[in-house]
C-alpha cells in the first residue's frame, strides 16, 4: 500500500472513528468473556455467530496478562 492510501486510510478511520469504536463496544458487550478467555469451543460458536451479524469479523484469540495467545485463533467459517 502507497504512503498516499495509508494516509488516505488513516483519514478516513478519524472520520469514522467514533462510529467504529461503538460497533465494536456494541459488539463486546454482549460476549461472554470469562468463558471466551478458556473456551476455544466458546469462541469458534461466538466467532462463527459474530460473523453472520458482522463480516468483517473473521477471528477470536485470547491473550494472557503478558500478551502471549492462549490457544489456536478461532476463525469465521468464510476465512480459508
Do not use: C, W
Amino acid at each position: 500500500m502507497s504512503t498516499s492510501n495509508q494516509i488516505h486510510l488513516l483519514q478516513r478511520y478519524q472520520q469514522h472513528e467514533q462510529t467504529i469504536h461503538l460497533l465494536m463496544e456494541s459488539m463486546m458487550t454482549r460476549l461472554n468473556v470469562r468463558e471466551l478467555i478458556f473456551d476455544r469451543s466458546a469462541q469458534l460458536q461466538t466467532v462463527e455467530h459474530l460473523s453472520r451479524a458482522y463480516p468483517f469479523v473473521e477471528l477470536m484469540y485470547s491473550l494472557d496478562s503478558k500478551g502471549v495467545q492462549r490457544m489456536d485463533s478461532a476463525y469465521a467459517p468464510n476465512v480459508s
